[in-house]
C-alpha cells in the first residue's frame, strides 16, 4: 500500500457503491483517511467494513445531499474529528426515468428533481465544507461531471453519445461545469483546486450497467484530481486522457 497520501482526509458522497466506492478504495489505498459518504448508514458502513478489510482506514459519515441537515451534521463530524478537510468529491448523482423522453416533453418535476441532488446538492456540500477545505494545505475539490455535460460534445452530431439527449441530466452537469468554474475563479488565490472529472460510460446503477467501462476505469480522472500537486490545474474540465471541451 502506497502511503503518499497520508494524513489527508477525504470526503466521498455516495460512496458505498460504484465508481464513488472506487475512487475512496483507490484514495484509502495510498493512504488517506476515506469518509464513506452515504445517505443510508447502514449501507455505507457495510461498504466502510469492506474497504478496512484491506488495510484502508475507512469512516462512515451519513450524508444526504439535499438535506442540509446532515450535511451540517457531516460538517460538524469532521470537523470534530480531523480539523480540516482535504478532499472533497462531489460523486452523488441521479438519473431519472422521466428524462428519457424528447426534452421538450420532459416534466418540470423531473428538472427539479434531477437538479436537487446533482447541481444544488453539490453547491450546499461545497458551501458548508469549504471553511474546513480551506483549512487544509491543499484541499482538491472533485465535482463529477460527465461528457454529455459538454455543450461542444452535446453541439456535435458526430459526437460518441450525439443520440443522448436527457434534458434534466445533461444540463444538470453543464450547470456542475459551470459552478467548477466560478468556483476557481474565486479561489484562485488559495491552495484549494476545483475541477470536474468525467468519468466516461462507467458501468453503474445509473445507467443499469450498460456502460462499457469498470468503475476503476472510471475512477481514474477523479482520483488523479483529488491529488493534483501544488502546480496543478483549477477550474477545468477533465477525462483521463486531458481537456474535455466544455
Known amino acids: 500500500m502506497s502511503e503518499d497520501l497520508k494524513g489527508k482526509v477525504a470526503l466521498i458522497t455516495g460512496a458505498n457503491k460504484g465508481i464513488g466506492y472506487e475512487i475512496a478504495r483507490q484514495l484509502g489505498s495510498r493512504g488517506a483517511t476515506v469518509l464513506v459518504g452515504a445517505r443510508d448508514i447502514g449501507r455505507g458502513e457495510e461498504a466502510a467494513n469492506k474497504l478496512r478489510s484491506n488495510q484502508i482506514d ?31 468529491v462531489n460523486n452523488a448523482g ?19 428533481h434531477t437538479y436537487e441532488t446533482n447541481v444544488f446538492g453539490v453547491f450546499a456540500v461545497i458551501k458548508t465544507l469549504l471553511p474546513l477545505l480551506k483549512k487544509s494545505k491543499a484541499g482538491r475539490i472533485v465535482n463529477l461531471s460527465s461528457g454529455l455535460g459538454s ?33 476557481a475563479a474565486e479561489l ?54 486531458g481537456v474535455v471541451p466544455w
Do not use: M
Open 151 to 183: 455543450l461542444t460534445q452535446n453541439s456535435d452530431p458526430n459526437y460518441e453519445f450525439a443520440n443522448a439527449k436527457s434534458l434534466a441530466y445533461n444540463s444538470s452537469k453543464t450547470a456542475v461545469n459551470a459552478i467548477t468554474v466560478l468556483l
Open 188 to 241: 484562485k488565490d488559495t491552495s484549494i483546486k476545483v475541477n470536474a472529472a468525467d468519468p466516461g460510460f462507467t458501468a453503474t446503477d445509473l445507467n443499469q450497467h450498460r456502460g462499457y467501462r469498470t468503475v476503476e476505469q472510471g475512477a481514474i480522472a477523479p482520483v488523479r484530481l483529488a491529488t493534483l500537486p501544488d502546480d496543478g490545474s483549477s477550474g477545468g474540465y477533465f477525462d483521463e486522457n
Open 94 to 112: 441521479i438519473a431519472s426515468d422521466g428524462d428519457r423522453l424528447p426534452p421538450s416533453q420532459v416534466d418540470i418535476e423531473t428538472l427539479r
Open 58 to 88: 475507512a469512516r462512515t459519515i451519513q450524508l444526504d445531499v439535499i438535506d442540509q441537515k446532515t450535511i451540517d451534521s457531516a460538517s460538524k463530524q469532521i470537523e470534530s474529528e480531523f480539523g480540516k478537510l482535504d478532499i472533497l
